[in-house]
């Protein structure tokens, strides 16, 4: 286990611990397992206190793997990508699935923001953990599912946003730099598989 994964389990156990228990004395010894947390990621990944227990702040209720959608729109050989204004790195569309979302309607929500292109979500392609090595995307404090959809343009046109300053179709086999805490060359590669044979199925975890 390394040490984001125990520190991404001690915190769940405390947060779920500070859920259920009506202990004075246990919120306290729950508390003090997310400072520790905190001081040992601290040193880990040369970030403040404060920020790690910011990133964490909003997490309420039992703690559970947080839920991103990408989607993946293709023109031939060429993968619809978006440059994100946080890193200069380019990506598939897509972001958090917010309250009330469904996952489809998630995805085409962030293509349509993100991209100013209209889409329709077509196939479920891939239901990946994020932590998993053989992904290639670098260590996050944040355990996430990522879902990716194949999706078919219905309309719209290239729009920046306040997340992104680039819209581009790119070829498949030419990618740009790309955001790899969001999507890495291998997954788009494997989209492309399943846009050309649409039967394969859905890859999991």
């Not at 978006?82 to 699935?97: A, C, I, N, Q, Y």
């Not at 469904?102 to 100013?116: D, T």
């Not at 790899?180 to 494997?190: A, C, D, F, M």
């Amino acid at each position: 286990m390394t040490i984001l994964e125990w520190a991404r389990k001690v915190q769940a156990i405390a947060q779920n611990g500070l859920l259920f228990t009506r202990d004075p004395f246990d919120r306290e010894r729950y508390e003090q397992l997310q400072q520790l947390v905190a001081s040992v990621l601290t040193s880990e990944l040369g970030i403040t206190e404060s920020r790690v227990r910011e990133l964490w702040s909003h997490d309420e209720g039992y703690a559970t793997p947080k839920v991103d959608v990408r989607g993946a729109v293709f023109e031939g050989d060429r993968v619809l990508l978006v440059r994100e204004r946080s890193d200069g790195k380019w990506t598939l569309p897509g972001g958090w699935v917010d309250i009330n979302d469904r996952p489809a309607e998630a995805v085409e929500r962030e293509i349509r923001e993100e991209s100013g292109y209209l889409a329709r979500a077509v196939k479920l392609a891939a239901l990946l953990d994020k932590s998993n090595p053989a992904h290639g995307h670098p260590p996050g404090l944040h355990h996430i599912y990522k879902i990716f959809f194949l999706c078919e343009l219905t309309g719209g046109e290239a729009r920046t946003s306040n997340e992104t300053d680039g819209v581009e179709f790119f070829p498949v086999a030419a990618l740009p730099p790309l955001s790899t805490g969001r999507v890495t060359r291998s997954q788009i590669e494997r989209l492309h598989q399943h846009q050309l044979n649409k039967d394969l199925p859905s890859d999991f975890d």
